[in-house]
Protein backbone atom coordinates (compact mmCIF):
# COMPACT_ATOMS: atom_id res chain seq x y z
CA UNK A 1 0.00 0.00 0.00
CA UNK A 2 1.50 3.21 -1.12
CA UNK A 3 0.71 6.24 1.24
CA UNK A 4 2.15 10.52 0.96
CA UNK A 5 2.39 12.04 3.99
CA UNK A 6 2.45 15.74 4.01
CA UNK A 7 4.18 17.80 6.52
CA UNK A 8 5.34 21.52 7.50
CA UNK A 9 1.77 23.41 7.05
CA UNK A 10 1.24 26.11 9.75
CA UNK A 11 0.27 29.70 10.28
CA UNK A 12 2.92 32.09 8.98
CA UNK A 13 2.77 35.85 8.63
CA UNK A 14 3.18 37.59 5.10
CA UNK A 15 6.16 37.56 4.37
CA UNK A 16 6.92 34.64 5.97
CA UNK A 17 8.19 31.20 4.93
CA UNK A 18 7.33 27.69 5.77
CA UNK A 19 8.68 24.07 3.81
CA UNK A 20 6.27 21.20 2.73
CA UNK A 21 7.50 17.87 2.82
CA UNK A 22 5.95 15.11 0.84
CA UNK A 23 7.11 11.31 2.24
CA UNK A 24 6.65 8.28 0.19
CA UNK A 25 6.01 4.72 1.88
CA UNK A 26 4.99 1.29 0.53
CA UNK A 27 5.78 -0.22 -1.88
CA UNK A 28 7.39 1.92 -4.64
CA UNK A 29 9.26 0.95 -8.08
CA UNK A 30 9.31 4.13 -9.26
CA UNK A 31 8.32 7.90 -8.91
CA UNK A 32 7.64 9.61 -11.29
CA UNK A 33 6.04 12.68 -12.24
CA UNK A 34 4.88 14.66 -8.81
CA UNK A 35 3.65 17.87 -7.91
CA UNK A 36 1.85 20.15 -5.28
CA UNK A 37 -1.65 21.81 -5.57
CA UNK A 38 -3.93 23.61 -3.33
CA UNK A 39 -7.26 24.04 -2.28
CA UNK A 40 -8.35 27.28 -0.64
CA UNK A 41 -11.97 27.62 0.70
CA UNK A 42 -14.87 27.91 -2.01
CA UNK A 43 -12.58 27.57 -4.73
CA UNK A 44 -11.19 24.53 -7.01
CA UNK A 45 -8.24 22.49 -6.18
CA UNK A 46 -5.72 24.41 -8.49
CA UNK A 47 -2.21 22.85 -9.54
CA UNK A 48 1.28 25.02 -8.14
CA UNK A 49 3.86 23.11 -9.12
CA UNK A 50 5.43 20.41 -11.00
CA UNK A 51 8.75 18.21 -11.05
CA UNK A 52 9.81 15.10 -13.39
CA UNK A 53 12.02 12.10 -12.67
CA UNK A 54 14.33 14.49 -14.87
CA UNK A 55 13.65 17.39 -12.57
CA UNK A 56 11.74 18.91 -15.27
CA UNK A 57 9.94 22.22 -13.05
CA UNK A 58 6.60 24.03 -14.03
CA UNK A 59 5.16 26.36 -11.56
CA UNK A 60 1.79 28.83 -11.83
CA UNK A 61 1.99 32.03 -12.46
CA UNK A 62 0.92 33.23 -9.05
CA UNK A 63 4.08 31.38 -7.25
CA UNK A 64 6.70 31.75 -9.48
CA UNK A 65 9.55 33.19 -8.15
CA UNK A 66 8.40 32.57 -5.05
CA UNK A 67 7.80 28.75 -4.54
CA UNK A 68 11.03 26.14 -5.50
CA UNK A 69 10.17 22.89 -5.48
CA UNK A 70 13.00 19.77 -5.20
CA UNK A 71 12.68 16.34 -5.03
CA UNK A 72 15.46 13.61 -3.22
CA UNK A 73 14.39 10.30 -5.05
CA UNK A 74 16.76 8.37 -3.01
CA UNK A 75 14.19 9.66 0.12
CA UNK A 76 11.12 9.18 -2.00
CA UNK A 77 10.54 12.88 -0.82
CA UNK A 78 9.11 15.72 -2.62
CA UNK A 79 9.24 19.58 -0.91
CA UNK A 80 7.67 23.20 -1.98
CA UNK A 81 9.73 25.96 0.12
CA UNK A 82 7.39 28.56 -0.13
CA UNK A 83 8.97 31.98 0.02
CA UNK A 84 7.53 35.80 0.83
CA UNK A 85 4.02 34.15 1.34
CA UNK A 86 0.72 36.35 1.21
CA UNK A 87 -2.51 35.74 2.17
CA UNK A 88 -4.49 34.50 -1.00
CA UNK A 89 -1.85 31.73 -0.65
CA UNK A 90 -3.97 30.23 2.14
CA UNK A 91 -5.28 26.99 0.98
CA UNK A 92 -4.57 22.82 2.22
CA UNK A 93 -1.83 21.83 0.12
CA UNK A 94 -1.61 18.71 -1.18
CA UNK A 95 0.79 16.29 -3.33
CA UNK A 96 0.42 13.86 -5.74
CA UNK A 97 3.14 11.35 -7.50
CA UNK A 98 2.36 9.14 -10.40
CA UNK A 99 3.67 5.67 -8.55
CA UNK A 100 4.63 2.06 -10.38
CA UNK A 101 4.77 -0.43 -7.54
CA UNK A 102 6.30 -3.11 -10.01
CA UNK A 103 8.19 -2.64 -12.92
CA UNK A 104 5.70 -4.24 -15.20
CA UNK A 105 2.48 -2.57 -13.36
CA UNK A 106 1.27 1.02 -14.48
CA UNK A 107 1.59 4.05 -13.12
CA UNK A 108 -0.98 5.28 -10.55
CA UNK A 109 -1.46 8.69 -9.22
CA UNK A 110 -1.68 8.96 -5.47
CA UNK A 111 -2.37 11.85 -3.18
CA UNK A 112 -1.37 13.02 0.20
CA UNK A 113 -3.99 13.91 3.10
CA UNK A 114 -3.07 17.69 2.79
CA UNK A 115 -1.59 19.97 5.32
CA UNK A 116 -3.65 23.17 6.38
CA UNK A 117 -1.36 26.33 5.52
CA UNK A 118 -2.45 29.72 7.26
CA UNK A 119 -0.98 33.25 5.73
CA UNK A 120 -1.93 35.95 8.39
CA UNK A 121 -1.97 39.86 6.74
Known amino acids: QVQLVESGGGLVQAGGSLRLSCVAS????????AGWYRQAPGKQRELVAT???????QYVDSVKGRFTISRDNAKKTMYLQMNSLKPEDTAVYYC???????????????WGQGTQVTVSS
Open 96 to 110: NAAIKTRSFSVEIDY
Open 26 to 33: GRIFSMNA
Open 51 to 57: ITSGDDI
